[in-house]
Every structure is written in structure tokens, then in C-alpha cells.
């Protein structure tokens, strides 16, 4: 199994970044993006089941950030969009193999590799 996240850099207050997790080895339910900030506990952000494509988001990021998917390419996507400094975190992908809590950090099995995005004012 392996989660493969790209797609974080530096962008300026208000911009956009879109990063990408690429999944294989085995099939999964639900893909999540989960975020740590310098000094900071890993919080969730969001996620999304593979089949039906239902999406959960932290109330931090509603309405700025956008979770998809594309399954013919195993990979999960999450578009930012206006960015605030107190996005700047190591955003990391996670999957679970079938339904469980999709919020919270326990429930997922496999994690990728950060990817830092930082923000700047």
C-alpha cells in the first residue's frame, strides 16, 4: 500500500494550491487530508468515500478547500482556495480500507508522506 501526496509550496494569503494523494495497493472506502501546523496537534481537514464520493470538512475549511477524487487515476485531490497563513501546515493523505469515523485521526489506517504548504501574509 502506498499513499503518494505532491502538491504543496509557498503561495501568498488568498491564493490556491491543489495537492494530490495517489493511492495503490489495495482498495479503499474513504481517502481523508489531514493537516499539522508547527507546534500543533495533526487535525483533520477533509475526506471523501471512494464509491459515492460524500465529503466531510473541518468547519476551518468549508467553503475554501474542496476534496475529489478520480478514481479511473486512484487519486484524491484538495483544491485550496484563498489561503490564510494559518493554513501553513504538512498536509497528509490517509485512506481506510472501509467506513468508520471519518473525522477523526484513529480511524485511518494508511498515511502518506507530508507535503508542507506555507502561507504567507
Known amino acids: 500500500v502506498q499513499l503518494q501526496a505532491s502538491g504543496g509550496g509557498s503561495v501568498q494569503a488568498g491564493g490556491s494550491l491543489r495537492l494530490s494523494c495517489a493511492a495503490s495497493?489495495?482498495?479503499?472506502?474513504?481517502m481523508g487530508w489531514f493537516r499539522q501546523a508547527p507546534g500543533k496537534e495533526r487535525e483533520f481537514v477533509a475526506s471523501i468515500t471512494w464509491a459515492g464520493g460524500t465529503t466531510w470538512y473541518a468547519d476551518s475549511v468549508k467553503g475554501r478547500f474542496t476534496i475529489s477524487r478520480d478514481n479511473a487515476k486512484n487519486t484524491v485531490y484538495l483544491q485550496m482556495s484563498s489561503l490564510k497563513p494559518e493554513d501553513t501546515a504538512v498536509y497528509y493523505c490517509?485512506?481506510?480500507?472501509?467506513?468508520?469515523?471519518?473525522?477523526?485521526?484513529?480511524?485511518?489506517?494508511?498515511w502518506g508522506q507530508g507535503t508542507l504548504v506555507t502561507v504567507s501574509s
Open positions: 490517509a485512506a481506510s480500507p472501509r467506513p468508520t469515523a471519518y473525522t477523526k485521526e484513529t480511524s485511518y489506517e494508511y
Open positions: 495497493g489495495r482498495p479503499f472506502y474513504v
